[in-house]
């Protein structure tokens, strides 16, 4: 994993998790809604790598489905989420910038979330092709990352400047359904598909959670596929 130019240990530890739980409001949606997703997505795995993976939250959510390991460079968000998400079948790893420290095809998916917007091309390049390395043939991998082809950039916009976090220093990379599909045929996956998720459901929050659940039903999926504020890329390492 390569070394990102954004300090990223002067995010409060487990920031995004505390977010999570919270329960209420836009935020502690977009985070329930995302990782919903990506659950559903996921299936069934024996072994599952979670790269970038911060406070452990979506490995945590996962129940006991298989095993996942947790890695990522920010020591102190896996210390928290050893703490958070104590389980036989969840391991959390401190690891270095550069080649994953794991064997050649020893998961069966890996996910990334939100994570290639945060670093450049080649890094992310580099990054997925260590992803590749480290899936078993027939292997999916799933990364997501905000869609910068449809209003992302307006909601961004706002979150920097009424948001507790700012995005503006940690988003360096802004990826479009093609550009997201470019990067991962590079890396070598195939039957490559790029879809286009959550779009007004989070925001209902504002008035009630149950509001929200009501209006991500409603949405219509042709909506959602075209202006889905974030991606969802999937790939399969060949047999």
């Known amino acids: 994993m390569t070394q990102p130019t954004y300090d990223y240990d002067a995010l409060p530890i487990g920031y995004y998790d505390a977010v999570?739980?919270?329960?209420?409001?836009?935020?502690?949606?977009?985070?329930h809604l995302k990782f919903r997703h990506f659950r559903q997505k996921l299936?069934?795995?024996?072994?599952?790598?979670?790269?970038?993976?911060?406070?452990?939250?979506?490995?945590?959510?996962?129940?006991?489905?298989?095993?996942?390991?947790?890695?990522?460079?920010?020591r102190p968000q896996i210390e928290f989420a050893d703490q958070a998400y104590p389980a036989a079948n969840r391991t959390f790893v401190t690891i270095e910038p550069g080649s994953l420290p794991f064997d050649d095809e020893s998961f069966d998916v890996v996910t990334l979330v939100?994570?290639?917007?945060?670093?450049?091309?080649?890094?992310?390049?580099?990054?997925?092709?260590?992803?590749?390395?480290?899936?078993a043939p027939g292997g999916r991998l799933l990364v997501s990352t905000p869609n910068y082809g449809s209003l992302w950039?307006?909601?961004?916009?706002?979150?920097?400047?009424?948001?507790a976090v700012s995005y503006e220093d940690q988003h360096i990379n802004h990826f479009t359904r093609p550009r997201l599909?470019?990067?991962?045929?590079?890396?070598?996956?195939?039957s490559v598909e790029v879809t286009c998720y959550m779009f007004a459901a989070p925001f209902a929050a504002a008035v009630g959670w149950g509001f929200s659940d009501l209006i991500k039903r409603l949405e219509p999926?042709?909506?959602v596929e075209r202006a889905g504020l974030l991606l969802f890329g999937m790939g399969v390492k060949e047999r």
């Open 20 to 31: 999570y739980h919270r329960g209420r409001g836009i935020q502690s949606k977009w985070h």
């Open 43 to 74: 299936g069934p795995f024996s072994n599952h790598l979670d790269i970038g993976c911060g406070p452990g939250t979506l490995i945590g959510s996962l129940g006991n489905s298989g095993h996942s390991t947790g890695a990522d460079i920010a």
């Open 114 to 135: 939100e994570l290639v917007e945060h670093i450049e091309d080649d890094a992310c390049l580099a990054l997925l092709g260590e992803a590749y390395r480290v899936l």
């Open 153 to 163: 950039p307006v909601i961004e916009t706002l979150v920097n400047r009424m948001g």
């Open 181 to 190: 599909e470019e990067l991962l045929a590079k890396t070598g996956v195939c």
């Open 221 to 223: 999926d042709w909506l």
